[in-house]
């Protein structure tokens, strides 16, 4: 179960270090029901092939994840034939 909140911010916080980042880039290989792929590299950590699967529902939805091989990635991706979303998730200790 996934529980949505988005946040755009204008910048990072100042003067603090980031305990995580995650750089990702998505694309949508359908939009109803959703379906999407993911690259996500954890600095200094693994970067993980997700293929996505998005039940209905806008705040709170069912959402199944499955790690793919990076081919199968590549191959998606080609078969989008529009540039992925890029994507950076930072943590901070509070």
């Known amino acids: 179960m ?13 003067g603090l270090e980031a305990v995580r980042t995650l ?6 290989i359908a ?3 959703t379906v999407r792929i993911r690259r996500e590299a954890l600095t200094g950590g693994p ?7 998005k039940g209905e529902g806008t705040l709170s939805r069912e959402e199944i994840e499955t790690d793919i091989a990076p081919d199968l990635f590549d191959r998606l991706e080609h078969l989008i034939g529009k ?12």
């Open 47 to 53: 970067t993980r092939h997700v293929l996505c699967f």
């Open 2 to 14: 996934e529980i949505e909140r988005k946040w755009l911010v204008k910048d990072w916080p100042k």
């Open 31 to 33: 939009l109803r029901p």
């Open 83 to 94: 540039p992925l979303i890029v994507k950076e998730s930072r943590g901070y200790a509070l």
């Open 23 to 28: 750089r990702m880039r998505q694309g949508y």
